[in-house]
C-alpha cells in the first residue's frame, strides 16, 4: 500500500513537472517540439499518467491488474528519459552556460527523469527479459531518424541550426566518420550515435538487472 502511494505521487510528480517544463520552454519557441527533450517528457508524462490513474483505480477497487505490455512500453520511456537526463547533465550542460539557472532545464533534464526511474524501482515492475533492449531502442532510433529528415530538408531547429544536438550535426567539422575537431566535435556523427546506441543499451541492461535484485532481495 505504502509503496503504491509513493509510486502514484512519483507519477504525478513527472507529469506536473514534465507539462510546467514544457510549457517554460514553448515560451522560448514553438521549435522545442523538434527536440528529444521534449518529445521524451511527453512520452513519459502521458505513460506516467496513465499508470497513476490506473493504481489509484486499483487502490480504490483492490482489483485489476496493468497489462504487460504497459509495463513495457513504461521501461522504454523510462530509459529514453534517462537518456534525456544523463546527455543533458553529462554533455550539453557542459556546453552551455547558466545551464542549470534555467527552470525548463532542471525540470525536464533532472527532475522528471529522477522521479522517473524512482518509480520503475517503486511501482513493483516485474523484470522484463533482456529482449526488451531491442525496444528500448525504438525511442532514439526513431529520433535519429526524425533529426537526420530535419536536417535534410533544412527545418529550423532554432538559432538557425538545421540540426538539434552538435552530435546529430552531419556537417560536423570532422565529417560524419572523422576524429580529432576542437571541443565538443571530437568525433563524427556517426560514432556519436553507435555511442548513444550502447548507452541505451547499457541502462536498459542495467534497468534489468537492479529490477532483477530488486525482486530477488524482497
Request: proline letters at 4%.
Amino acid at each position: 500500500m505504502f509503496r503504491k502511494v509513493i509510486s502514484i505521487a512519483l507519477e504525478t510528480c513527472v507529469v506536473i513537472c514534465a507539462v510546467a517544463g514544457i510549457a517554460l520552454t514553448a515560451v522560448q519557441g514553438m521549435q522545442c517540439f523538434l527536440y528529444f527533450t521534449i518529445q521524451s517528457n511527453i512520452w513519459i508524462a502521458a505513460i506516467l499518467a496513465v499508470f497513476a490513474i490506473a493504481q489509484i483505480v486499483r487502490l480504490k477497487t483492490s482489483n485489476g491488474d496493468i497489462p504487460s505490455a504497459l509495463w513495457i512500453i513504461k521501461f522504454v520511456f523510462t530509459v529514453a528519459i534517462t537518456l534525456t537526463g544523463g546527455v543533458f547533465c553529462a554533455v550539453l550542460a557542459p556546453t552551455i552556460p547558466g545551464a542549470f539557472n534555467s527552470a525548463a532545464n532542471v525540470l525536464t533534464h533532472v527532475v522528471v527523469p529522477i522521479c522517473a526511474i524512482a518509480d520503475l524501482f517503486v511501482a513493483g515492475q516485474k523484470a522484463p527479459r533482456y529482449n526488451v533492449i531491442v525496444w528500448a531502442l525504438v525511442p532514439p532510433i526513431y529520433y535519429l531518424i526524425f533529426a537526420s529528415i530535419g536536417y535534410v530538408s533544412n527545418w529550423d531547429f532554432g538559432n538557425g541550426l538545421n540540426y538539434p544536438y552538435f552530435f546529430l550535426n552531419w556537417n560536423s567539422p570532422v565529417g560524419a566518420f572523422g576524429f580529432g575537431g576542437g571541443g565538443e566535435y571530437f568525433m563524427g556523427t556517426f560514432w556519436w550515435i553507435i555511442v548513444m546506441i550502447l548507452l541505451v543499451s547499457g541502462i536498459a541492461a542495467l534497468y534489468i538487472k537492479l529490477l532483477k535484485l530488486q525482486k530477488r532481495c524482497i
